[in-house]
């Protein structure tokens, strides 16, 4: 790896485990494959649709998206989620966090944050 690319994904990797804990210590389960992409988090929420807290996070400045990249024009869950064990519900309340090397913690501090009050505030789904 070149020093810089070496760089970033160390980077990337302290940052997305931390996420991991703070999104954990928030009430949210963290879907994590045996090998993942230190950049990309998947996140499903307890019983709140992803795209009502998607569209909470967006309206303050918190860009995530629903799903997973491979099914972002699909409407059927994607294989993906599938493989993570989720039903159709838990995949419908799972959104999908994109890091960057530019990201710090105090971006994921403001995420978890925004989560948190999101999921204090958003109607539950049953």
């Keep these: 790896m070149k020093p810089a690319m070496d760089e970033n994904y160390k980077h990337l990797l302290a940052l997305s485990t931390y996420a991991i804990e703070k999104v954990t210590e928030a009430g949210a389960t963290v ?3 045996e090998v993942r992409a230190p950049h990309i988090l998947s996140i499903t929420l307890p019983r709140i649709k992803s795209q009502t807290m998607l569209n909470l996070l967006s309206a303050g400045g918190v860009c995530v ?20 064990g989720l039903d159709d519900r838990a995949a419908d309340s799972t959104i999908r966090v994109s890091l ?9 501090d403001a995420l978890i944050f925004a989560l948190s009050e999101g999921m204090r505030s958003l109607v539950k789904i049953k």
């Design 31 to 33: 879907n994590l494959p």
């Design 65 to 84: 998206s629903s799903g997973s990249a491979c099914s972002s024009h699909d409407k059927k869950i994607s294989s993906a989620l599938r493989a993570f």
């Design 100 to 108: 960057c090397p530019e990201n710090t913690r105090q971006d994921i």
